[in-house]
């Protein structure tokens, strides 16, 4: 990401701090955390708000969104878990750190089909490991944390927020 935006490498450097400093703050709308985010973002730096939203959404995560589908593609023995979970009616929910989770799945190849829930983390207003958020994410699933597999990439975060919930967790690597 750094190598195709090292154009606006501050406004990189300054989304990962206010990540930093926003993944300990609840908030009640989604709107509240990006306005906090973004405000974060533009604190000490000639950009206001509205500059950090528009580069945020106009071009950082369209940038990852390409790279995801240039670099990556679902490997095929997932893509055949996600099938037998659904033919055994297990119900799955992508819940993510970042916005566009369709057009990510999509640029994966992977059809969203597959899932009961798509939601990011700052819709429900916070970052992972929020436990309210977890929470709102096994409310919508009507799902019972005792019997919840939560599958991520990152044990600070995604296991974080299994543990926060009561749920299990399954560490995914490269």
Same mark, same amino acid.
């Not at 990401?1 to 935006?5: D, F, G, K, S, W």
């Not at 009640?28 to 000490?44: K, L, N, Y």
């Not at 071009?59 to 023995?77: G, T």
């Given at each position: 990401?750094?190598?195709?935006?090292w154009w606006?490498?501050?406004?990189?450097?300054?989304?990962?701090?206010?990540?930093?400093?926003?993944?300990?703050?609840?908030?009640?709308?989604?709107?509240?955390?990006?306005?906090?985010?973004?405000?974060?973002?533009?604190?000490?730096?000639?950009?206001?708000?509205?500059?950090?939203?528009?580069w945020y959404?106009?071009?950082?995560?369209?940038?990852?969104?390409?790279?995801?589908?240039?670099?990556?593609?679902?490997?095929?023995?997932a893509l055949?878990?996600?099938?037998?979970?659904?033919?055994?009616?297990?119900?799955?929910?992508?819940?993510?750190?970042?916005?566009?989770? *369709?057009?990510?799945? &999509?640029?994966?190849?992977?059809?969203? #089909? =597959? /899932?009961? $829930?798509?939601?990011?983390?700052?819709?429900?207003?916070?970052?992972?490991?929020?436990?309210?958020?977890?929470?709102?994410?096994?409310?919508?699933?009507?799902?019972?944390?005792?019997?919840?597999?939560?599958?991520?990439?990152?044990? *600070?975060?995604?296991? &974080?927020?299994?543990?926060?919930?009561? #749920? =299990? /967790?399954? $560490?995914?690597?490269?």
């Open positions: 990401m750094v190598r195709r935006l606006c490498l501050p406004l990189l450097m300054s989304e990962r701090l206010a990540r930093r400093e926003a993944h300990q703050v609840q908030f009640a709308t989604e709107q509240e955390f990006f306005d906090a985010f973004f405000a974060a973002m533009a604190r000490g730096h000639w950009w206001g708000p509205k500059v950090a939203a528009k959404h106009m071009v950082y995560i369209p940038a990852m969104v390409r790279l995801i589908a240039r670099h990556h593609k679902a490997r095929p023995e055949a878990l996600l099938d037998e979970c659904r033919a055994r009616g297990l119900k799955m929910a992508i819940y993510s750190d970042y916005g566009s989770v *369709e057009e990510k799945l &999509a640029a994966l190849g992977i059809d969203k #089909a =597959q /899932f009961a $829930l798509l939601v990011s983390a700052p819709e429900l207003g916070a970052l992972k490991p929020s436990k309210p958020c977890a929470q709102k994410v096994l409310d919508m699933l009507h799902a019972d944390p005792k019997t919840t597999l939560f599958v991520g990439d990152r044990d *600070e975060k995604d296991g &974080a927020s299994a543990r926060a919930v009561g #749920a =299990q /967790f399954l $560490l995914m690597g490269d």
